[in-house]
């Protein structure tokens, strides 16, 4: 028998984790399990998780007030920027970097899908792949002091000084319920989505 390599889905969709196709992936079934996956394990205060569709929501504000011209296919692209984590979880970066090269080849593959199923190119542009990048990394540091326990001088040290100022997103750090978390990032999307692909 051999090992099964597809996850199945609330949509009914079966997804191929190894060879994704972008006709297997559903926004429904991305809003569902990036709000119910965790950042830093689970390591934050509160009494909800802070979820991956929360982060997602809070680097697409980041790169959205940092880039005012931006248009909306780049702002989607910054909200599904970790969409492959509704399949395969969040890891955090040290581990991701122990694994190595099979793990960032099959979340590749995944994002590839993603973008192509919302009618973006396969792969970020150079420029915009860094913009983004930048907007996670402010995010990263928001969420490292205000809900994992570093210390500014810290998190400066892995995440570098933020652009931003924290007041402008302290709404976004807030955990929300899982249900919360799915609802925005769905509105987001369909704010962002000029192609109609939902």
Do not use: C
């Amino acid at each position: 028998m051999s090992a099964r390599a597809w996850q199945r889905m609330l949509s009914g969709r079966r997804l191929d984790l190894i060879d994704p196709s972008a006709l297997d992936v559903e926004i429904a079934d991305i809003a569902h399990g990036l709000a119910r996956v965790a950042r830093w394990n689970g390591q934050t205060k509160g009494p909800e998780i802070f979820s991956v569709a929360q982060h997602s929501l809070l680097v697409e504000a980041i790169f959205a007030k940092t880039d005012p011209a931006a248009d909306r296919a780049a702002k989607l692209g910054a909200l599904l920027h970790d969409a492959p984590e509704y399949v395969i979880g969040d890891m955090i970066s040290p581990f991701k970097a122990a694994i190595g090269g099979e793990y960032k080849e099959v979340e590749r593959r995944l994002l590839a899908a993603i973008l192509l199923r919302f009618g973006l190119k396969a792969s970020f542009a150079p420029n915009l792949a860094k913009a983004i990048k930048a907007a996670d990394r402010d995010s990263a540091f928001f969420e490292a002091t205000e809900l994992a326990g570093f210390a500014p001088a810290e998190a400066r040290k892995f995440f570098g000084k933020p652009r931003v100022a924290l007041s402008d997103f302290a709404l976004y750090l807030e955990p929300w319920r899982p249900e919360q978390a799915q609802a925005r990032f769905l509105a987001r999307f369909s704010e962002l989505d000029a192609f109609g692909s939902s």
